[in-house]
């Protein structure tokens, strides 16, 4: 038998928890896709999401996941043959590199590992090895969900400003979009793609491209552009079912409206302020864990950790049995290690993830770190004590 009766607990960084009234949104007939509300109702969602990144620039809804995102960014900008710059902090910088690779772009791969954010002197360096412009495009993710590091956008941006290259700024925010800041037009970013399962709270199937004005322009000198993900009709589309090219994903737009209106009743600071509240429960918990010298957060540093998604360690340690034994006994799901591979991170099994985005209140998380906890014990695994309790006091501390 076990303890976990109620209702489980999803700590995975995605897809994360879906609200009620995400659900109940769905749950409903079909609608004509001809015309009537979902029309609307689409316009609506797009225009909030645009306000969200705060860009003036065009949302693009694909449905498809982020994979399917990041392949509509590239296609729809680069040429096979053009140089582009990755600058990877994570699984996620890798994957996007390789699917650039695969579209047969001339990928400079700059790895910063996964223990840390880009090098600002790095990147000035391989701009500054580039005097003929060649590197079309500078690619980078927000918060990479392997690392859980987050990435200064605003700094980078200024940097790429600084060494006066022309080269398109992408920047991957699927995992933290809705949780960490993100102000598209203001910081320089060209490009910015999400995907609707992480801080936008719906279930997985739909993504977006946020398009700049001078991405914009740049696009639409590009010619052969596979036509699903063309997003020139996509972006003036003059019936509606050129905004998908087929069927608008009907159920999945209900829900990503629903999930919008709870973001805008919340308020979007207040959206920013408690993630950095919750993010910061769970850090002062990882403080006194690390007391034993077992439990570490991956990122040292608390400014380029994400306040969506926290990556822990306990090095040498095989913590697929603490996994297991959080969903058999509390109906907690932690997310697995993915991408660390060597001896020291055991292949990823020495590596757990705690997702603390989107549809989360301090009620369900001191639940999932108090379960941690009774984890550690249960599974031997060396802990210092007064975690859970240091994680409540920092959200009293923290209240309004
Ligand atoms: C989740 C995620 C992706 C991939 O999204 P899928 O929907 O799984 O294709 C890409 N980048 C980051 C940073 C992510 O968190």
């Given at each position: 038998?076990?303890?976990?009766?109620?209702?489980?607990h999803?700590a995975?960084p995605?897809?994360?928890?879906?609200?009620?009234?995400?659900?109940?949104?769905?749950?409903?007939?079909?609608?004509?896709?001809?015309?009537?509300?979902?029309?609307?109702?689409?316009?609506?969602?797009?225009?909030?999401?645009?306000?969200?990144?705060?860009?003036?620039?065009?949302?693009?809804?694909?449905?498809?996941?982020?994979?399917?995102?990041?392949?509509?960014?590239?296609?729809?900008?680069?040429?096979?043959?053009?140089?582009?710059?990755?600058?990877?902090?994570?699984?996620?910088?890798?994957?996007?590199?390789?699917?650039?690779?695969?579209?047969?772009?001339?990928?400079?791969?700059?790895?910063?590992?996964?223990?840390?954010?880009?090098?600002?002197?790095?990147?000035?360096?391989?701009?500054?090895?580039?005097?003929?412009?060649?590197?079309?495009?500078?690619?980078?993710?927000?918060t990479?969900?392997?690392?859980s590091?987050l990435?200064?956008?605003?700094?980078?941006?200024?940097?790429?400003?600084?060494?006066?290259?022309?080269?398109?700024?992408?920047?991957?925010?699927?995992?933290?979009?809705?949780c960490?800041?993100?102000?598209?037009?203001?910081?320089?970013?060209?490009?910015?793609?999400?995907?609707?399962?992480?801080?936008?709270?719906?279930?997985?199937?739909?993504?977006?491209?946020?398009?700049?004005?001078?991405?914009?322009?740049?696009?639409?000198?590009?010619?052969?552009?596979?036509?699903?993900?063309?997003?020139?009709?996509?972006?003036?589309?003059?019936?509606?079912?050129?905004?998908?090219?087929?069927?608008?994903?009907?159920?999945?737009?209900?829900?990503?409206?629903?999930?919008?209106?709870?973001?805008?009743?919340?308020?979007?600071?207040?959206?920013?302020?408690r993630h950095k509240v919750l993010a910061g429960a769970v850090w002062a918990a990882l403080e006194k864990w690390g007391?034993?010298?077992?439990i570490k957060p991956n990122i040292?540093?608390q400014?380029?950790r994400s306040t969506a998604v926290t990556t822990v360690r306990?090095?040498?340690?095989?913590?697929?049995?603490?996994?297991?034994?959080?969903?058999?006994?509390?109906?907690l799901?932690l997310g697995?290690?993915?991408?660390?591979?060597?001896?020291?991170?055991?292949?990823?099994?020495?590596?757990f993830r705690i997702a603390h985005m989107?549809?989360l209140n301090p009620?369900m998380l001191l639940g999932a770190l108090t379960s941690i906890e009774?984890?550690?014990?249960?599974?031997?695994?060396?802990?210092?004590?007064?975690g859970a309790g240091a994680s409540a006091q920092f959200i009293?501390?923290n209240?309004?």
């Open positions: 038998m076990s303890l976990a009766q109620g209702r489980t999803l995975t995605g897809p994360s928890i879906i609200p009620d009234k995400v659900l109940e949104a769905m749950h409903r007939a079909a609608p004509n896709i001809y015309e009537g509300e979902i029309i609307e109702i689409t316009e609506s969602v797009l225009k909030d999401l645009t306000s969200f990144a705060k860009t003036s620039g065009d949302a693009i809804l694909y449905v498809a996941n982020g994979h399917g995102a990041w392949e509509a960014a590239v296609a729809n900008l680069f040429d096979p043959g053009d140089t582009v710059l990755v600058m990877a902090t994570g699984q996620f910088g890798l994957g996007w590199a390789d699917l650039c690779k695969k579209m047969n772009l001339n990928v400079i791969l700059v790895d910063f590992g996964f223990e840390k954010s880009v090098d600002h002197e790095k990147l000035t360096t391989t701009l500054k090895n580039d005097p003929y412009y060649k590197i079309k495009g500078i690619f980078t993710v927000q990479d969900t392997a690392s590091v990435n200064n956008i605003k700094s980078i941006a200024h940097t790429i400003d600084t060494c006066n290259h022309p080269a398109l700024f992408l920047v991957d925010s699927i995992a933290c979009f809705g960490d800041r993100f102000e598209m037009d203001e910081w320089g970013v060209d490009i910015m793609v999400t995907a609707c399962q992480k801080g936008l709270m719906t279930p997985p199937g739909i993504s977006y491209c946020f398009v700049g004005n001078k991405a914009k322009k740049l696009s639409k000198l590009k010619i052969n552009v596979p036509p699903y993900w063309d997003w020139k009709p996509r972006m003036n589309p003059k019936i509606f079912y050129e905004r998908f090219f087929g069927t608008a994903p009907t159920h999945h737009i209900f829900g990503q409206r629903a999930a919008l209106d709870m973001m805008i009743s919340e308020g979007r600071e207040n959206i920013f302020r007391e034993e010298n077992t040292k540093k400014m380029q306990a090095d040498g340690y095989d913590l697929t049995p603490l996994r297991q034994w959080l969903e058999l006994n509390t109906g799901v697995i290690g993915l991408g660390f591979s060597g001896s020291k991170y055991l292949d990823g099994k020495s590596v989107g549809h009620v009774a984890g550690f014990l249960a599974c031997k695994i060396p802990y210092g004590k007064g009293a501390r209240a309004y």
